[in-house]
């Protein structure tokens, strides 16, 4: 199979990044974290003035009708940059989430999705088994579960509390709410397929962001090797560094095509594709903690301080090792395929 990518969709990546490099600095980051929010409505705004708002909304509400393997390379240039706008939870599992809703919500699908797509409304996901939600403060509509069932609220029906994150930028929330038949948009039925479907697009989500950080804390690394000198050279031409960083470029190359598949196989419903996302997310986590850890010995002990920049995409990695599904779980997904008769083994059947 060809997991190359259209020249548009290439296009589109690159003019992402530079926005992002440009406007979601370090520094921009850390006034972030002394914000009311954490948040920035002023950056969400130009978000949405890039399309960005629309990318996975149904053309019939108003957006673009892209999907997973569109959005993945986007995906993982928020990581890069580590932008701490929801993002990637609105359009990649918030707003397939909704899409999702059968006939009988058809308003409140219109109203919601063409609001995403305008950049009126941010949505927040809860993952199930997850306390917590991120960005829930911040979020217009929150779709919550209850058992199988899924739920639509609005910020004025549930009850916040602030959890601290090893991320500061991770805004996270436990939700105090009351399920009611008034909120309840899909059944235990329906909504058993719905939150397979959203944990599946959340750990793709998770593990594209993941790859970006991973490239982002050896760029960061690289970059410092060559400007401290030691006996007069640089630190990064001496071999044993040189060696750290390239360990981590080859699980970066390694986990690219687990990613990739992965999103093609969510984008177009593929069976097979739980086994493909846990490949995904585990590749891509082992990536960005090898970064993290090797970056930290490149720096030395300035790795580990406050002030240097390494420590913001550092943590954000060790957070989103974490979120939709640890790697022990996507290991138990694997397992059960190889194990358990779910796929066939060989050469012309396993990746």
């Known amino acids: 199979m060809d997991f190359s990518f259209s020249r548009d969709q290439l296009l589109f990546q690159d003019s992402v990044r530079s926005f992002l490099i440009n406007e979601v600095t370090p520094e921009r980051i850390r006034e972030l974290w002394h914000s009311d929010t954490g948040r920035s409505d002023a950056l969400w705004g130009q978000l949405v003035a890039l399309g960005l708002s629309a990318l996975t909304v149904p053309e019939e509400f108003g957006g673009m009708g892209m999907h997973a393997l569109d959005f993945v390379l986007l995906a993982q240039e928020c990581g890069y940059a580590g932008m701490p706008e929801p993002l990637v939870d609105t359009m990649l599992i918030g707003v397939p989430l909704l899409a999702g809703l059968d006939k009988r919500h058809a308003a409140l699908k219109q109203y919601w999705l063409a609001s995403v797509a305008e950049?009126?409304?941010?949505?927040?996901?809860?993952?199930p088994g997850n306390p917590l939600v991120s960005d829930a403060h911040v979020a217009d509509l929150l779709l919550l579960a209850h058992g199988d069932e899924v739920h639509?609220?609005?910020?004025?029906?549930?009850?916040?509390?602030?959890?601290?994150?090893?991320?500061?930028?991770?805004?996270?929330?436990?939700?105090?709410?009351?399920?009611?038949?008034?909120?309840?948009?899909?059944?235990?039925e329906q909504g058993k397929r719905l939150w397979a479907a959203a944990f599946n697009r959340g750990a793709l989500g998770s593990a594209a962001q993941l790859l970006g950080l991973a490239k982002r804390m050896v760029d960061l690394a690289v970059d410092y090797t060559f400007e401290r000198k030691q006996?007069?050279?640089?630190?990064g031409s001496f071999q044993a560094v040189k060696h750290l960083m390239a360990n981590v470029a080859v699980q970066i190359e390694f986990a690219k095509g687990p990613l990739y598949r992965a999103a093609y196989a969510v984008a177009h419903e593929l069976p097979g594709q739980d086994v493909q996302v846990s490949h995904a997310k585990l590749a891509t986590a082992e990536a960005a903690m090898l970064a993290a850890k090797n970056a930290i010995q490149a720096h030395g002990a300035m790795g580990y301080t406050w002030e240097v920049d390494l420590q913001l995409f550092m943590k954000r990695a060790w957070a989103l090792d974490k979120v939709w599904g640890d790697r022990g779980l996507h290991k138990a997904r694997v397992r059960h395929a190889l194990f358990d008769g779910a796929m066939a083994l060989g050469a012309s059947s396993t990746f």
Not at 154 to 159: F, G, I, M, Y
Not at 172 to 177: K, P
Not at 231 to 235: D, H, R, Y
Request: some cysteine; charged content about 20%; glycine content about 4%.
């Open 119 to 127: 950049g009126s409304a941010r949505l927040a996901v809860a993952e």
């Open 231 to 235: 006996f007069g050279k640089p630190v």
């Open 152 to 188: 639509a609220l609005k910020p004025e029906a549930v009850r916040l509390t602030r959890n601290v994150s090893v991320d500061p930028s991770r805004q996270l929330f436990q939700v105090q709410w009351t399920p009611t038949a008034a909120t309840c948009v899909a059944s235990a």
